[in-house]
T-cell receptor
Framework: AQSVTQPDIHITVSEGASLELRCNYS??????LFWYVQSPGQGLQLLLK??????LVQGIKGFEAEFKRSQSSFNLRKPSVHWSDAAEYFC??????????FGTGTRLQVFP | GAVVSQHPSRVICKSGTSVKIECRSL??????MFWYRQFPKQSLMLMAT?????????EQGVEKDKFLINHASLTLSTLTVTSAHPEDSSFYIC??????????FGPGTRLTVT
């Protein structure tokens, strides 16, 4: 079955610290992979996506993610977290850009 | 960037009544829009794909007679929850796909059925 797992429900980091949010997927074919961020009262915003090519993908707001086929993972990273990064983060997978399967999300809290 | 709005942001209705939720692409045309449902602490679940001028395609397990979708124009799709019951209470999110096939999400509508 196709699925996305985000093992961490809630993560707390200090401002300026590095961040890694985990995402593992189960998918029959080579998937399209996405990371979205959701802030209160706002729609999901696309941070980055991977379709093919270089497995290290750069996104907006200083985020990057690395596709590791052998581990079925697509972890999101940021070297230095800002207080404004506090939000809910969703990993998603799909055969294309349409029918996306989302993970349950990771809530990021940032302490000053 | 592209903006998608939803109206209302919150709605409370009595059991047995119907509720309409609007999804608009404000600065682009969207031939395809999507409707998702999100339960607390759970992921977004795709309910249906809405195509302008044609019938919506519903995901398995979604009652098409309960969740009526209309996509009458290139900027507007509506979801009507008919004869709502408390178990229909949820967070409903729409997205609109632009010509580059990227999805832009609305802020969501919180439906509470009493």
């Amino acid at each position: 079955a196709q699925s996305v797992t985000q093992p961490d429900i809630h993560i707390t980091v200090s401002e300026g610290a590095s961040l890694e949010l985990r995402c593992n997927y189960s998918y029959g074919a080579t998937p399209y992979l996405f990371w979205y961020v959701q802030s209160p009262g706002q729609g999901l915003q696309l941070l980055l996506k991977y379709f093919s090519g270089d497995t290290l993908v750069q996104g907006i707001k200083g985020f990057e993610a690395e596709f590791k086929r052998s581990q079925s993972s697509f972890n999101l990273r940021k070297p230095s977290v800002h207080w404004s990064d506090a939000a809910e983060y969703f990993c998603a997978v799909g055969a294309n850009t349409d029918k996306l399967i989302f993970g349950t999300g990771t809530r990021l809290q940032v302490f000053p | 960037g592209a903006v998608v709005s939803q109206h209302p942001s919150r709605v409370i209705c009595k059991s047995g009544t119907s509720v309409k939720i609007e999804c608009r692409s404000l600065d682009f045309q969207a031939t395809t829009m999507f409707w998702y449902r999100q339960f607390p602490k759970q992921s977004l679940m795709l309910m249906a794909t809405s195509n302008e001028g044609s019938k919506a395609t519903y995901e398995q397990g979604v009652e098409k007679d309960k969740f009526l979708i209309n996509h009458a124009s290139l900027t507007l799709s509506t979801l009507t929850v008919t004869s709502a019951h408390p178990e229909d209470s949820s967070f409903y999110i729409c997205s609109a796909r632009d010509e580059t096939y990227e999805q832009y999400f609305g802020p969501g509508t919180r439906l509470t059925v009493t």
